[in-house]
Nanobody, 123 residues
């Protein structure tokens, strides 16, 4: 079973940047596509970005496109989410997730989840 651990969250002012990391407990590159999701209090868990096993294919939610970059370092079994121009509405717990096959925008399609990292954006 894959274990995922997110890090890099924190408190940041609007307009600032953060880089989130997701470290996997085992080799993920050959088997798992990865996704980042976020969940604000009282709201559903929403797709933010996804990346294929090789890293050649990525996808983004319309609300973050142009401000967010997902990447992976398969040698380190780590996936990253660079978030620029942060907005207060970006305040949420950010989760990474893994699934076999291609990445999906639907949270229910993922098999493994991290515990999340809190991102708080002050205005």
């Amino acid at each position: 079973q894959v274990q995922l651990v997110e890090s890099g969250g924190g408190l940041v002012q609007a307009g600032g940047s953060l880089r989130l990391s997701c470290a996997a407990s085992e080799r993920t590159s050959s088997r798992y596509a990865m996704g980042w999701f976020r969940q604000a209090p009282g709201k559903a868990r929403d797709f933010v970005a996804g990346i294929s096993r090789s890293g050649d294919n990525t996808g983004y939610a319309a609300s973050v496109k142009g401000r967010v970059t997902i990447s992976r370092d398969n040698a380190k079994d780590t996936v990253y989410l660079q978030i620029n121009s942060l907005r207060p509405e970006g305040t949420a717990v950010y989760f990474c997730a893994a699934r076999e096959g291609f990445y999906s925008v639907l949270s229910e399609n993922y098999d493994y989840w991290g515990q999340g990292t809190q991102v708080t954006v002050s205005s």
